[in-house]
């Protein structure tokens, strides 16, 4: 599970999570991938799950970093795997995640840029951060042989045939924009997210979408959210 945090230097608040798919092939097998897609929130959180990795992980890292002379201001990604409902931490990054940042932010009902200022002015804690109470699920469109050797600069026609509903959105991650055509420059090429009432309308609708673009050079995992999703 992904557990996000974001800091001012004085104060922190949770920011969601997520789960992604880093397995290339569906039914989560194949090599390790940047991330084939993800949703939010993870199935594993709860209130007490919660409460845990604040006063097991963020609070014990921030005390640390404050001894160390640092007070740290902005995203903090914190990688769990959660066993019996225990944390235990893999990793940090202090950024948000690729793709959970698409699966998260649709979420987000304040405005990201007040928060940000208001984690510059370490302000943080005067600012309520307001969410949509809505699950989001994000699907990875990617480049036919990634993670191994892909083809570069395939053109990704009928994108502008692409109509999004306010509830649907298309984020781009490894295109290139030439002479108003848009090609194919990385192994992850297109975010598609939905943020609907269940997992399973969100992840139908999105399936329908990149069926629509008929895109020859991608492929994509059709059980992103399986564990979520009851067939």
Known sequence: ???FTIHDGKTFKCFGTAQDHKRVYEGDKGKNTGGMGAYSPSRLINAELEKKIINKIILPTLEGLKEKGSEYKGFLYTGLMIVD???YLIEYNVRMGDP???TILPKLKSDLCEIILNCCDQKLG???IEWHNKKSLCIVLCSKGYPDDFKKNVEIENLNKILL???EFLYHAGTAKVNDKIF???GRVLNFVNISDNFSEARDNLIKKINSLNW???FFRKDIGHKVIEK
């Open 126 to 128: 005067e600012f309520e």
């Open 184 to 186: 194919s420059i990385g």
């Open 85 to 87: 409902n225990e944390p």
């Open 216 to 218: 020859s050079g991608g």
């Open 165 to 167: 509903n306010s509830n």
């Open 1 to 3: 599970m992904s557990f």
């Open 100 to 102: 959970e940042c698409q």
